[in-house]
C-alpha cells in the first residue's frame, strides 16, 4: 500500500475529475474519532498526548497534528495516538500520510482498531479521489456487521450515484 500512496503523492491533481465535489463528500462522511483519552491522569510519559488531544477536541486539528507525531515517536506502539493522527490528519485535507499511518495500525490486529482501520481506509481513498476503491471498502464494510456499517451504506449508496 506504501507504493500506491507514494505513487498518489507524485500523480498529477488532476485524477480527480470533480474535486470540490470530492471534498465536499469527504466532509461529509469525516467524523473525527471521538475522544476517549482526555480524562486520563496525566503522567510525564502521557503528557504530550493530552496535550495534543486538548487541541484536538478543540477541532485544531493542525496544532494537534505535530504532537501526535511526536507522541507516535515517543511511543510507536500507541496505536490509539495514531488512530488520532490518522483522523487529525484527514481533516486537515491530508489522505496521504493518514492512509501510511492506518499501515502501522493494520499490521497490529491487536489492538482492536479494525472496523476503525476499514473505514478511516475508505475516507482516505475518498478524500484521495479513489471512488471506485472507496466504493468497494464502503460495500464491503455495509455487508458484514460493523461499527461503520451505516455509514458504510450510505456513502456506498452516494458513490454509486456518481
Keep these: 500500500m506504501r507504493l500506491v500512496v507514494l505513487l ?57 497534528i505535530p504532537m501526535l507525531e511526536e507522541a507516535v515517536r515517543q511511543d510507536s506502539r500507541n496505536a490509539l495516538a495514531r488512530l488520532y493522527l490518522v483522523s487529525a490528519l484527514l481533516a486537515e485535507n491530508d489522505p496521504y500520510r493518514a492512509e501510511m499511518h492506518l499501515d502501522f495500525l493494520e499490521k497490529d490486529p491487536g489492538k482492536g482498531f479494525r472496523d476503525q482501520v476499514e473505514w478511516y481506509n475508505a475516507l482516505c481513498w475518498l478524500c484521495e479521489g479513489n471512488l471506485e476503491k472507496a466504493a468497494q471498502q464502503a460495500r464491503y464494510i455495509a455487508a458484514r456487521r460493523h461499527t461503520y456499517r451505516s455509514q458504510a451504506g450510505e456513502l456506498a449508496k452516494v458513490l454509486s450515484d456518481h
Design 8 to 64: 498518489l503523492l507524485l500523480a498529477p491533481p488532476f485524477l480527480s475529475c470533480n474535486r470540490p465535489a470530492q471534498d465536499a463528500l469527504c466532509k461529509r462522511f469525516l467524523t473525527p474519532y471521538p475522544d476517549v483519552v482526555s480524562q486520563r491522569e496525566r503522567t510525564p510519559q502521557n503528557s504530550i498526548f493530552l496535550d495534543a488531544m486538548g487541541h484536538y477536541t478543540r477541532k485544531e486539528y493542525s496544532e494537534a
